[in-house]
């Protein structure tokens, strides 16, 4: 079963592709507020890797995961199952963070199309093993959709 988001930004087509398949466009908008993404490796390919690190930076997220005993960088894995450029991008995360659960992989797939205006996205997200990290995927998924229209409109 998967769950659908959906935004329109003011950018072509081509612009959102490049901020969602280079290091550089990625670690601009990926994180939540509070957060740095760097990206170690990326390789745009079918069967490709990403791997990141996402780091609490601002003094409250630091404080935040510190209390709640959560390490301040956490190293996350996709692969790549699907490139077709400026149009649709499909990967795999690896769901290897869940306490007591075992390690899993669940599907995003990207959708890109032109509009008057710019571009709209649909990202379609299988849902996680229960309700409460399927609606924390849904809400992380939508915070990066957010910070990716505000980042575009910005330039």
């Known amino acids: 079963m998967t769950e659908n988001i959906e935004r329109i930004v003011a950018a072509s087509p081509a612009r959102v592709w490049e901020l969602w398949t280079t290091a550089e466009g990625i670690s601009s908008w990926w994180a939540p507020e509070g957060f740095r993404t760097d990206v170690t490796k990326l390789d745009l390919t079918p069967g490709g890797e990403l791997v990141y690190t996402m780091t609490a930076v601002a003094p409250e997220q630091i404080a935040f995961m510190e209390q709640h005993g959560m390490p301040l960088s956490t190293e996350s894995r996709k692969y ?3 490139i077709a450029e400026h ?3 499909a990967y795999q995360s690896v769901v290897d963070f869940v306490p007591d ?4 992989e669940h599907l995003t797939v990207v959708e890109l199309s032109s509009v008057e205006g710019g571009t709209r996205i649909v990202m379609q997200v299988e849902r996680m093993h229960d309700e409460v990290w399927t609606q924390r995927l849904l809400a992380g998924r939508a915070n990066e959709l957010d910070n990716l229209a505000a980042l575009v409109a910005e330039s």
């Open 101 to 104: 659960h075992e390690p899993y």
């Open 87 to 89: 149009h649709r991008l």
């Open 80 to 82: 790549f199952t699907e």
